[in-house]
């Protein structure tokens, strides 16, 4: 339903080794359990700032996070099952339930549905109809368009950032704020995070994702000087949004001059993966995005100012 998910779909090595399976496991993978706990942090991360200046719900916070949870997973159950043929042809992920055949389809396809409607659900009577509404979105987008696009056209990287940044906007609208440039600039900032992101973890696996089906961005480009290219301008694209704060005046002077020069450093080491092509430029470029998010996050929680 999200950026965990699409990098569940890109980079994560779900092998459980030499651990014995069993359903509870074959459940945890189902789910992207572990991954989706980036889905709870961005989530809480919107509710947080969102409740500054007001008082803060704690239940509301817990109910919140239990409905996107539970979505979150369904969404992950309906994803491996469209793309078991693909799942079953790459090494990373032929050992997930349902290409190893240690699952029935149809007890997948049930969680799927159950989690997703018990998820929707909650948020619409615990929490509010617009959390909700963008949860259905979410899943919608990831599972119907996101998903069978990326057998389709390389834009589907573009589509799968969409419910991949709407998680912090649950989170926002969760706590009782309305939709306002503070929202929607943190839907951008998840947004564009991902593009470089997801390009570099496309170029580092691109050979297994060609012969999978996949259709990447990445896909052909040996010299890795189309992905360099393409992950700095998304990450120039990210300093210059992060100056909107500035202007609309909801983030002080530590947000203003530290997260575009997070951004810059990531459009540095993009375009010193684009001059040499390099395994290890790549996966420095992939580290600096990983360390991005959190820093990001921190930094816009000591520099967000409150607005009642």
Excluded at 36 to 63: E, P, Y
Excluded at 173 to 196: C, I, K, S
Excluded at 237 to 258: E, K, M, R
Excluded at 275 to 282: E, F, I, L, V
């Amino acid at each position: 339903m999200d950026a965990a998910n699409q990098t569940g779909d890109h980079a994560e090595a779900e092998s459980s080794g030499s651990k014995p399976h069993n359903f509870r496991r074959d459940l945890v993978v189902l789910m992207k359990v572990r991954l989706n706990i980036f889905v709870l942090i961005t989530t809480f991360f919107g509710f947080i700032l969102a409740s500054r200046g007001m008082s803060f719900d704690w239940m509301k916070l817990l109910h919140t996070l239990l409905g996107t949870a539970a979505a979150a997973f369904g969404s992950a159950a309906f994803n491996q099952l469209m793309e078991v043929d693909l799942d079953a042809r790459m090494k990373r992920t032929a050992d997930r339930p349902l290409p190893a055949r240690r699952m029935d389809p149809l007890a997948a396809f049930g969680v799927g549905w159950i989690l997703s409607a018990i998820g929707i659900i909650h948020l619409a009577v615990k929490v509010g109809h617009l959390a909700a509404y963008f949860t259905a979105a979410t899943i919608a987008i990831y599972v119907f368009v996101y998903t069978p696009l990326k057998r389709i056209h390389s834009s589907n990287t573009l589509v799968g950032a969409i419910p991949g940044a709407i998680p912090p906007l649950i989170g926002w609208v969760g706590a009782g704020r309305g939709l306002g440039w503070e929202a929607w600039f943190l839907f951008g900032v998840l947004f564009l995070w991902q593009l470089p992101h997801f390009i570099a973890i496309n170029w580092l696996h691109r050979a297994e994702y060609e012969a999978a089906g996949y259709k990447m961005w990445s896909n052909g480009d040996l010299t890795g000087k189309k992905s360099g290219l393409l992950s700095a301008m998304f990450a120039i694209a990210l300093a210059a949004f992060s100056v909107i704060p500035a202007f609309v005046g909801f983030a002080n002077i530590l947000w203003t001059v530290g997260g575009p020069l997070m951004a810059l450093i990531m459009a540095a080491l993009a375009f010193g993966f684009a001059n040499d092509g390099q395994r290890s430029s790549a996966r420095r470029l992939f580290f600096s995005t990983l360390l991005y998010l959190p820093l990001a996050l921190t930094l816009l929680a000591l520099a967000w100012k409150t607005r009642a």
